[in-house]
């Protein structure tokens, strides 16, 4: 664990008591979805119901998968994009935070990490990962979604536990473009390094 990301925990572990939000689970499978645009093979930019009137926004580029989550502004529809640097692909059940009132706070998402075998560059399934990733909801006040935090789901014996801790004590008050996310509780050599573009 490197400095930041034990700074980090040490914060979450004394931050107080976890604030009481609810879980939703919305299933995003792709055939729920609808292609606002495509370019087969190389890009796709797909829309998809999610909790109440918070969309859910997928987009895909050279196999590799960003997603977000609420009111997206045009600017971080058109020009966001994080994800990690190996191929992968995010899962179909959302489990969105939602405060008291119905307002949705954050979102977690399992994402599958298609890690290569360096001797041979193709990806094996032994090496495969598995991270839970935190983004903040967009609303409509200022349309900026992006993720919070990472957690390893293979490397931490509760790591749905971590996640919902870093979603309602991190997400809500976190500053798209200005902060940076990082992983909470232990990070294993499966956690692939992350790619976080966001429009300035």
């Known amino acids: 664990m490197n400095g930041r990301v034990a700074c980090l925990t040490l914060m979450l572990a004394s931050a ?12 995003v499978s792709r055939d729920k979805c609808r292609t606002i645009a495509e370019e087969p ?9 999610g909790y109440r009137d918070y969309p859910v926004h997928l987009k895909e580029i050279d196999v590799r998968q960003s997603v977000s989550f609420g009111h997206i502004g045009k600017d971080y529809l058109e020009g966001a994009f994080e994800s990690f640097i190996p191929f992968n692909h995010a899962g179909t059940v959302v489990e969105w935070r939602v405060a008291e009132g119905g307002l949705a706070v954050a979102t977690i998402l399992r994402w599958t990490i298609e890690n290569a075998d360096p001797k041979t560059a193709e990806a094996v399934p032994a090496l495969e990962g598995q991270v839970l990733v935190v983004s903040k909801v967009a609303e ?57 573009e966001l429009p300035e």
Request: net charge negative; aromatic share 6%; charged share 20%.
């Open 16 to 27: 107080g008591p976890v604030i009481a939000n609810d879980s939703v689970y919305v299933d």
């Open 41 to 49: 093979g190389i890009y796709a930019l797909m829309s998809c119901p």
């Open 140 to 196: 409509k006040s200022d349309g900026k979604g992006c993720v919070a935090g990472y957690v390893d789901a293979l490397a931490n014996p509760d790591p749905n536990a971590i996640a919902r801790t870093v979603a309602d004590e991190v997400a809500p008050s976190f500053r798209c473009g200005v902060d940076q996310p990082a992983f909470h509780g232990k990070r294993g050599d499966k956690a692939a390094e992350t790619t976080n």
